[in-house]
């Protein structure tokens, strides 16, 4: 056991990372790992390396997945396992080398101290950053990170980060459905709802690594904003479906009054705009009410659910 676990000795600290492919690095990231925890596993996703041959000859207890099932299932199996050795603290970072090592101590403080439950390597706070991180990269974590916090109300900066730690209580607690990288905000999300303290601490994510992210940037980034959408219309589906339902009743509304107006046009012009003034009004108010009602809805369910057994 490292020296910077002095204090904190009879703290079971594990580190976890999913592998898929990362021979170039796994050795170093896992030699590194092992400074800061007492454990480190690897679930190997699928691999056609030797990345679980290295990964275990450099002390790390590696689960095997037949084949690749993505960022989500390699996380599920690392919180089973976690669970299984008594984790009091659970570290997830890349194993690409992204994340620096070094930074572990700093996400574990506020969750040894009881702080919080949940800590966010963050590069969106003051302390933080990201290497060479590419502009349409930023653009992209940015949007994400925005339609999260209105489904959410969470305010987190940096959603997409996969530097991340979590207490005793969060490993056994938190349960999620993804196999895919929308679960950073589904986990996001569940810590959410079952009160679980969530904090940011600053670091630096590095860009230069040798092969970074085996997601490209636009697949990660649809399918996550897409998560992210979906999660919003069901939670705030008066935002979602009002706010376009207003704009074309606007448009609609405009066209008809066109119309009006325009009363010296040919009178197959006539019928062509008015016609799509009236189904453009009609949709705007369609997807209004809609929205109303499920807002209604989801208001009223919450308060028979609190009313009947006390939940929140």
């Known amino acids: 056991m490292g020296d910077a676990h002095a204090d904190e000795a009879k703290r079971f600290i594990v580190a976890g990372m999913p592998m898929y492919n990362e021979e170039e690095t796994i050795g170093t990231v896992v030699t590194m790992a092992l400074?800061?925890?007492?454990?480190?596993?690897?679930?190997?996703?699928?691999?056609?390396?030797?990345?679980?041959?290295?990964?275990?000859?450099?002390?790390?207890?590696?689960?095997?997945?037949?084949?690749?099932?993505?960022?989500?299932?390699?996380?599920?199996?690392?919180?089973?396992?976690?669970?299984?050795?008594?984790?009091?603290?659970?570290?997830?970072?890349?194993?690409?080398?992204?994340?620096?090592?070094?930074?572990?101590?700093?996400?574990?403080?506020?969750?040894?101290?009881?702080?919080?439950?949940?800590?966010?390597?963050?590069?969106?706070?003051?302390?933080?950053g990201g290497t060479d991180m590419p502009a349409y990269r930023r653009l992209g974590i940015k949007v994400i990170t925005a339609a999260s916090n209105l489904s959410s109300d969470l305010g987190i900066k940096d959603t997409q980060s996969g530097f991340r730690a979590f207490s005793r209580s969060a490993i056994e607690r938190l349960r999620f459905d993804s196999e895919g990288m929308e679960l950073s905000l589904e986990m996001l999300e569940d810590a959410h709802d079952k009160n679980l303290i969530i904090q940011e601490v600053p670091t630096i994510i590095r860009y230069d690594v040798p092969k970074g992210s085996?997601?490209?940037?636009?697949?990660?980034?649809?399918?996550?904003?897409?998560?992210?959408?979906?999660?919003?219309?069901?939670?705030?589906?008066?935002?979602?479906?009002?706010?376009?339902?207003?704009?074309?009743?606007?448009?609609?509304?405009?066209?008809?009054?066109?119309?009006?107006?325009?009363?010296?046009?040919?009178?197959?012009?006539?019928?062509?705009?008015?016609?799509?003034?009236?189904?453009?009004?009609?949709?705007?108010?369609?997807?209004?009410?809609?929205?109303l009602v499920l807002q209604s809805a989801r208001g009223f369910l919450k308060h028979l659910l609190v009313k009947e057994f006390g939940l929140d």
């Open 214 to 291: 085996n997601f490209t940037a636009v697949s990660h980034g649809f399918t996550v904003l897409s998560w992210a959408l979906l999660s919003l219309s069901q939670k705030k589906p008066l935002l979602v479906l009002g706010i376009p339902g207003l704009g074309l009743l606007a448009t609609g509304a405009a066209m008809g009054l066109n119309l009006a107006q325009g009363v010296t046009g040919q009178i197959d012009n006539y019928i062509g705009t008015g016609l799509s003034a009236v189904w453009i009004g009609v949709l705007g108010l369609s997807l209004m009410a809609t929205g």
């Open 35 to 128: 400074r800061y925890a007492d454990a480190v596993i690897c679930v190997d996703d699928g691999s056609s390396d030797s990345s679980a041959r290295i990964a275990e000859k450099c002390g790390a207890i590696v689960v095997r997945h037949r084949v690749n099932r993505g960022y989500g299932g390699a996380l599920k199996s690392l919180f089973i396992k976690a669970r299984e050795i008594n984790a009091d603290a659970l570290v997830v970072l890349d194993s690409d080398g992204q994340h620096e090592t070094s930074d572990i101590p700093n996400l574990l403080e506020p969750i040894l101290s009881g702080q919080a439950d949940f800590t966010i390597g963050s590069r969106f706070i003051n302390g933080g």
